[in-house]
């Protein structure tokens, strides 16, 4: 293995995320109120995407905290459908994303998510694992559930050294 390229985590935001997906929060004022007015919706926050041969399933995923700097030597993509993770707890986590440059990864970006958001990867988005930075590392995942494969993934060599953005 050769040298790490370094990339620095940017504070998540939907205007930087929008190329590879949505940013799911709460922010700004509700859409509509429900339940007799004591409940907010912040309405339809994902372009969810599970195919013609898919259908939506709803999983709980229990990752292991990783800590900063963070070695990225693996992405992966779902071509047949998105994938919503929701966190289940209010600690920030990493998000790791590539553009597509002709059937395999460009340049990696990196993402520190603030409490409370969650994302929404597109169909085809290549990725890093879920990276969790506190214990414990529960996620509310959405995704596509279906017979035919969902995975292609890609070893990156040299890998890349992700650190925190000194602001």
């Not at 900063?68 to 919503?84: I, N, V, W």
């Not at 998510?113 to 290549?126: E, F, K, V, Y």
Request: charged letters at 20%; a negative charge.
């Amino acid at each position: 293995m050769t040298d790490a390229q370094e990339i620095i985590a940017q504070k998540l935001s939907a205007a930087a995320f929008a190329p590879f997906g949505d940013v799911l929060d709460a922010a700004g004022t509700p859409d509509r109120l429900i339940n007799a007015g004591l409940c907010g919706r912040h309405h339809d926050r994902a372009a969810l995407d599970f195919g013609p041969d898919g259908r939506a399933g709803i999983s709980i995923f229990d990752a292991e905290p990783r800590s900063l700097p963070y070695t990225l030597d693996l992405l992966e993509r779902h071509p047949d459908g998105s994938q919503a993770f929701l966190p289940m707890t209010s600690h920030p986590f990493l998000v790791i994303v590539a553009p597509d440059q002709g059937d395999r990864p460009g340049v990696p970006r990196a993402f520190l998510t603030a409490p409370h958001q969650g994302i929404n990867l597109h169909r085809g988005t290549w990725h890093g694992v879920l990276t969790p930075l506190a214990a414990p590392g529960l996620f509310a995942v959405v995704d596509r559930i279906g017979d035919t494969p969902n995975l292609d993934e890609w070893p990156l060599d040299p890998p890349y050294v992700i650190r925190a953005h000194p602001g």
